[in-house]
């Protein structure tokens, strides 16, 4: 069963939490507020961001457009904010959440979010067709990459390959 979100009222909802300084996100029908992220976390999701780029090895023809903190709101109405989307094309969307499913998502581990970042998010996103989610936690220097047949758990700084045949170091 679909439900998804009134566009006024979510518009509403989210202009709200920005102007006060927290992040809005539906997952599976509930809220999930968290504060906006401190500095290592905005500085490490910039130079991953930088880093996105075609893969010279695949004939895949993805232009690994990268988008920070944008809206994606899936196919039941749940609406996330990845740190980082990643598209083989730009989005139709202008002005609302974006309903292209991303290819790959990365998220930045941040102090307070370790549990939806680790342990809610991967499989959130591989259940709703996301390809690759990539989860670093720069407190740590762990990388944990999840496709839907496993995770590899690996150490920064690595060059990650994505299944849409884009590149990203991390």
Not at 94 to 120: F, H, I, N, Q, Y
Request: charged letters at 30%; aromatic letters at 6%; glycine letters at 6%.
């Amino acid at each position: 069963m679909s439900r998804l979100v009134d566009p006024t009222l979510l518009k509403q909802a989210l202009v709200e939490a920005d102007e006060n300084g927290y992040r809005l996100e539906l997952m599976n029908g509930v809220g999930i507020w968290e504060v906006q992220p401190a500095k290592r976390h905005i500085s490490t999701a910039k130079r991953i961001e930088k880093s996105i780029r075609p893969d010279p090895e695949s004939s895949s023809g993805c232009g690994c457009i990268a988008y920070q903190d944008l809206y994606v709101q899936f196919s039941d109405g749940s609406l996330k904010r990845p740190d980082i989307a990643i598209f083989c094309r730009e989005p139709d969307e202008e002005d609302e959440a974006v309903t292209l499913v991303p290819e790959a998502v990365v998220e930045v581990v941040s102090r307070g979010s370790e549990t939806k970042d680790l342990e809610m998010n991967p499989p959130f996103y591989l259940n709703r067709g996301v390809k690759d989610v990539v989860v670093v936690d720069p407190y740590t220097g762990q990388v944990y990459h999840h496709r839907l047949e496993g995770v590899r758990r690996l150490n920064t700084p690595i060059e990650i390959r994505l299944e849409c045949g884009c590149l990203v170091n991390v």
